[in-house]
């Protein structure tokens, strides 16, 4: 049996997307959430956390507006507006943090959001390609193995420290609270064992 999987992603294209205004010298969110998943196994973040400032940045066609319901340019940490965390409340509060950030949105309000949901046990070593460094895996082609996935809608993988992965359920209750700016180009194949 195979299953479709695929990896909470943002339209880049079509609309605006969300970077950090990252003071000189600090690490930027992207690279703390990173942090955060390979050495604190994707675990919340603690009092450290402060609102980082996210800027708004155009899309491929040069247009910046604030329709968007998700950016996940600094994945693993992603920008959910309002709207998205009110429709989709029961999936991404028990499965994640969401902490808060400042933007220049004088109508919309966005949050930061962190997953937290790791699943063991998920990652196909045989049949995924990825290189050993030493602070982890270096994925190039992932295959999850379906047996083992044991979340309905979003989760994470103890091997991956980018990567966020979303279920057809979770496809289908975007598409049906009508979300802007979620993506789901190509699936990922979840096979059984």
């Not at 950030?101 to 949050?111: E, V």
Request: charged fraction near 25%; proline fraction near 5%.
């Amino acid at each position: 049996m195979k299953t479709k999987i695929y990896l909470l992603n943002s339209d880049l294209s079509d609309y605006s997307s969300f970077i950090e205004n990252c003071p000189k010298g600090q690490e930027d969110m992207q690279g703390r959430a990173m942090d955060r998943a390979l050495y604190h196994h994707w675990q919340p973040f603690g009092e450290e956390y402060q609102p980082v400032t996210m800027e708004l940045c155009a899309n491929d066609y040069g247009r910046k507006n604030y329709q968007l319901d998700i950016s996940g340019f600094t994945a693993p940490f992603y920008v959910l507006s309002e709207r998205a965390l009110e429709a989709l409340s029961d999936i991404f509060l028990p499965r994640g943090q969401v902490l808060p950030i400042i933007t220049a949105s004088k109508r919309k309000k966005f949050w930061g959001y962190f997953p937290t949901n790791v699943l063991k046990g998920c990652f196909d070593k045989e049949k995924s390609i990825y290189k050993q460094w030493p602070n982890g895996l270096m994925i190039e082609h992932v295959v999850l193995i379906a047996d083992n996935i044991t979340d309905e809608y979003l989760f994470t993988i103890e091997e991956d420290i980018r990567r966020v992965f979303v279920t057809e359920k979770f496809k289908q209750r975007v598409e049906e609270a009508g979300l802007l700016a979620f993506t789901f180009p190509d699936h990922l194949v979840a096979e059984t064992s």
